[in-house]
């Protein structure tokens, strides 16, 4: 059974930092990319950045980059997003999900998906 659990969500000032954590069961981890997506409320799920298995290549969309930062540790089956410099259109639910797809921004290229995890920014 395939599982990945997200953490770290919680209520921050803007301009304040959190760091989000997704952890992996199962032999999910190895050979795939892994990618964070973001919903606010009464939107659809946005592609947030992407890592492939390696590590040695990130993606992000263009609202985020330079304030947040993707990382993984396959030894751990961890993946990880450094949020720094938060604003109020940051708040959403963050969800962590396995690529098997080639469009790394595309919701239909993931197979696997956690729970999510809330981040609320206030002004």
């Known amino acids: 059974q395939v599982q990945l659990v997200e953490s770290g969500g919680g209520l921050v000032q803007a301009g304040g930092s959190l760091r989000l954590s997704c952890t992996a069961s199962?032999?999910?981890?190895?050979?795939?990319?892994m990618s964070w997506f973001r919903q606010a409320p009464g939107e659809g799920r946005e592609f947030v950045a992407a890592?492939?298995?390696?590590?040695?290549?990130?993606y992000y969309t263009d609202s985020v980059k330079g304030r947040f930062t993707i990382s993984r540790d396959n030894a751990k089956n961890m993946v990880y997003l450094q949020m720094n410099s938060l604003k109020p259109e940051d708040t959403a639910v963050y969800y962590c999900?396995?690529?098997?797809?080639?469009?790394?921004?595309?919701?239909?290229?993931?197979?696997?998906w956690g729970q999510g995890t809330r981040v609320t920014v206030s002004s």
């Open positions: 890592i492939i298995w390696s590590g040695s290549s990130t």
């Open positions: 999900a396995r690529r098997v797809g080639a469009s790394a921004t595309y919701t239909g290229s993931y197979d696997y």
């Open positions: 199962g032999r999910i981890f190895s050979g795939y990319g």
